[in-house]
T-cell receptor, first 115, second 114 residues
Framework: EAGVAQSPRYKIIEKRQSVAFWCNPI?????LYWYQQILGQGPKLLIQ????????DSQLPKDRFSAERLKGVDSTLKIQPAKLEDSAVYLC?????????????FGPGTRLTVT | AQSVAQPEDQVNVAEGNPLTVKCTYS??????LFWYVQYPNRGLQFLLK??????LVKGSYGFEAEFNKSQTSFHLKKPSALVSDSALYFC????????????FGSGTKLNVKP
């Protein structure tokens, strides 16, 4: 089966610009996650969707970050405006269902550099 | 308070020797525990998980992990390391009382020397 797809793979922007990342989860996976992984750190969960509803976005900086998952499939994460500290790899993951027991399948990530 | 800790930034081991990568956690309720591996230029991959039952769980590539509730630990082990095991390993935990809370550790770089 195809894995989690993410695009773009790399993005360089200047501070105060906007950027958007796209994720296509594994077919049939109901749960979708967005993570931020700063160099040298573990992934930090930003937002979790169950189908097209948000189940947790407590660590999403909502003044500049937004995410949506229309129709419960693809998802987009947006940053507007970007800051230098947003430089990181943004990971998307999906899992088969809403139960906590399921492991997550990760995409290759988008490496964002803010200059 | 840190929810999951990996006390070693790096672990060095000789090929053929046993390896241990340490993980301790601090969450409420009965935790769900996971190990993931990140090879260079590749995405995170699931290795194994503990949900309930036997404290010793076996996973991919010959890895296993032992859940110790009294010590709140979930150390990753392998009896005989391979050079190809060299990678970045992450422990992760889901809060047992709030399944929406999921935390990764900071990662441990495993170096296996020939």
């Amino acid at each position: 089966e195809a894995g989690v797809a993410q695009s773009p793979r790399y993005k360089i922007i200047e501070k105060r610009q906007s950027v958007a990342f796209w994720c296509n989860p594994i077919s049939g996976h109901a749960t979708l996650y967005w993570y931020q992984q700063i160099l040298g750190q573990g992934p930090k969960l930003l937002i979790q969707f169950q189908n097209n509803g948000v189940v947790d976005d407590s660590q999403l900086p909502k003044d500049r970050f937004s995410a949506e998952r229309l129709k419960g499939v693809d998802s987009t994460l947006k940053i507007q405006p970007a800051k230098l500290e947003d430089s990181a790899v943004y990971l998307c993951a999906s899992s088969p269902g809403g139960l906590a027991i399921y492991e997550q399948y990760f995409g290759p990530g988008t490496r964002l550099t803010v200059t | 308070a840190q929810s999951v800790a990996q006390p070693e930034d790096q672990v060095n081991v000789a090929e053929g020797n046993p390896l241990t990568v340490k993980c301790t956690y601090s969450v409420s309720g009965n935790p769900y525990l996971f190990w993931y591996v990140q090879y260079p230029n590749r995405g995170l991959q699931f290795l194994l998980k503990y949900i309930t039952g036997d404290n010793l769980v076996k996973g991919s590539y010959g890895f296993e992990a032992e859940f110790n509730k009294s010590q709140t630990s979930f150390h990753l082990k392998k009896p005989s390391a391979l050079v190809s095991d060299s990678a970045l390993y992450f422990c992760a935990v889901r809060d047992g009382n709030n399944f929406n809370k999921f935390y990764f550790g900071s990662g441990t770089k495993l170096n296996v020397k020939p």
